[in-house]
């Protein structure tokens, strides 16, 4: 298994653009997590789904942020407009039957 | 989930076990432990997990205390790629299948010097 595949591994943009992140969690996991993680705040957890269902958003930070996932192999993280504070790692995380959690490699977003 | 107290680094010498602790005072009777590490720039990785009995895998032990209220993790023969933050977590557990959301405290930094 590949593990959680996220893209882009690194994404520079420009305040007041859209972005997009993805994530591909392992087949078989039925949950999906969002994080971000900075060195002010450390590891935020800003939603998660269970069946493609989102469960909880109560960490998505504002209108500006969104999440979904359209089917069981893949999910994104929306931010528009993108501003200079949400210069994150975002990780993408899945978990199945087994105990614990696989974290994807993030993607490391500079808005500038 | 029950808040966890980690000391804020620890160093360790190679070769040598590295043991770090963590307290859970007010853990509940069906909350896990659960422990985390993350090397720098890469996402955090599980490493074992207990409810009270202690555990052991390839990559490491864990000892929880009879009342629950702490645990220490171990690395039997610590490498300088162990240098890592590593967290310790209480969640719940539905069942047999993982369960809600993990909670990321601040974590311990450790540090495995030659």
């Known amino acids: 298994d590949a593990g959680v595949i996220q893209s882009p591994r690194h994404e520079v943009t420009e305040m007041g653009q859209e972005v997009t992140l993805r994530c591909k969690p392992i087949?078989?996991?039925?949950?999906l997590f969002w994080y971000r993680q900075t060195m002010m705040r450390g590891l935020e957890l800003l939603i998660y789904?269970?069946?493609?269902?989102?469960?909880?958003d109560s960490g998505m930070p504002e209108d500006r942020f969104s999440a979904k996932m359209p089917n069981a192999s893949f999910s994104t993280l929306k931010i528009q407009p993108s501003e200079p504070r949400d210069s994150a790692v975002y990780f993408c995380a899945s978990s199945g039957p087994a105990y614990g959690y696989t974290f994807g490699s993030g993607t490391r977003l500079t808005v500038v | 989930d029950a808040k966890t107290t980690q000391p804020p680094s620890m160093d360790c010498a190679e070769g040598r076990a590295a043991n770090l602790p963590c307290n859970h005072s007010t853990i509940s009777g069906n909350e896990y432990v659960y422990w985390y590490r993350q090397i720098h720039s890469q996402g955090p990785q599980y490493i074992i997990h207990g409810l009270k009995n202690n555990e052991t895998n390839e990559m490491a032990s864990l000892i929880i205390t009879e009342d629950r209220k702490s645990s220490t993790l171990i690395l039997p023969h610590a490498t300088l790629r162990d240098t890592a933050v590593y967290y310790c977590?209480?969640?719940?557990?539905?069942?047999?299948?993982?369960?809600?959301?993990?909670?990321f405290g601040q974590g311990t930094i450790l540090t495995v010097h030659p």
């Open positions: 977590i209480v969640r719940v557990n539905a069942g047999g299948t993982s369960y809600g959301k993990l909670t």
């Open positions: 087949s078989g996991h039925d949950y």
């Open positions: 789904f269970n069946n493609n269902v989102p469960i909880d």
